[in-house]
Nanobody
Framework: QVHLVEFGGGLVQAGGSLRLSCAASGSIFSIMTMGWYRQDPGNQRELVAYITRVGATNYVDSVKGRFTISRDNAKNTVYLQMNSLKPEDTAVYYC????????WGQGTQVTVSS
């Protein structure tokens, strides 16, 4: 089992940047594919990006070229660098394993003002 804690969210103006971090417990982190997900009110939680244990990445079309997912296996941490933020990026962001998910953390709120 992996315990996940997300942080780094906040309020930012459109065009700004934020860097999210997700600290994971558990010795199996380094072999897991990790994903960042987001959910805004009224919508289902969606996958934003994932990174495999060897660093291969994939992104949803709406964030390609703006977001970068990375990981530090020595620190059991996965990151999401978000640039050129848009109001439609406003959501609670979560990390979790991909594709089979474990228990969700509390998430971190990202709010982008126009």
């Amino acid at each position: 089992q992996v315990h996940l804690v997300e942080f780094g969210g906040g309020l930012v103006q459109a065009g700004g940047s934020l860097r999210l971090s997700c600290a994971a417990s558990g010795s199996i982190f380094s072999i897991m594919t990790m994903g960042w997900y987001r959910q805004d009110p009224g919508n289902q939680r969606e996958l934003v990006a994932y990174i495999t244990r060897v660093g291969a990445t994939n992104y949803v079309d709406s964030v390609k070229g703006r977001f970068t997912i990375s990981r530090d296996n020595a620190k059991n941490t996965v990151y999401l660098q978000m640039n050129s933020l848009k109001p439609e990026d406003t959501a609670v962001y979560y990390c979790n394993t991909y594709p089979n998910r474990m228990n969700w953390g509390q998430g971190t709120q990202v709010t982008v003002s126009s």
